[in-house]
């Protein structure tokens, strides 16, 4: 699955390998307790991402973070986390195997995620994540650069985001 699904006029659409991905649910006034326990100061600001080494995170509501670590921290991870949780309460909910991250790479990038997403992606920055749509599919959109995109989508719905994205790239390497 690490292999480029389409690649066309420089940009690449490409599955990425698995990651530990948590979700977290804990009130705003308890993140210091929450970055001690992942290792990153985490962003309070909606949208906001923040990142360190293999470690990331997004703030995508008030009181809710998406967490990424590369897999063999995952462990580590729950278990500061369930220290922790004496203290301070919070939900953290290992997501790992539910999604698939699909990355967008390239100078069309955002005209080839604007087929399916509505956002208007170049109010966008980079080092930001958003929950939206792609198409019918629910997905968290992060922006990593200019031209670099990642969706995070179920994997129930991967076909059907995969397969969009497809026919959008041989649509905008056709020129329609």
Do not use: Y
């Not at 308890?30 to 100061?41: I, K, N, R, T, V």
């Not at 962003?43 to 995508?60: F, T, V, Y």
């Not at 629910?138 to 497809?166: C, K, N, T, Y």
């Amino acid at each position: 699955m690490n292999a480029p699904v389409k690649s066309f006029d420089g940009i690449t659409v490409s599955v990425q390998p698995p990651v530990a991905r948590l979700n977290l649910r804990i009130a705003p006034a308890d993140l210091a307790a929450a970055s001690a326990a992942f290792g990153l100061p985490l962003p309070g600001k909606i949208g906001q991402g923040a990142a360190k080494g293999d470690h990331a995170a997004w703030c995508l509501g008030p009181d809710e973070w998406l967490l990424h670590a590369a897999e063999a921290d995952q462990a580590a991870i729950t278990a500061a986390f369930a220290k922790a949780r004496a203290t301070t309460p919070h939900s953290l909910t290992v997501i790992s195997d539910r999604e698939i991250t699909i990355a967008i790479v390239g100078p069309r990038a955002q005209e080839l995620l604007s087929v399916g997403c509505p956002l208007d992606l170049a109010r966008m920055a980079p080092g930001t994540a958003k929950r939206t749509l792609f198409d019918s599919a629910q997905v968290v959109l992060i922006r990593d650069a200019d031209d670099g995109f990642r969706i995070e989508v179920w994997r129930s719905f991967f076909p059907h985001v995969s397969e969009l994205l497809d026919i959008a790239t041989r649509e905008l390497a056709a020129g329609l």
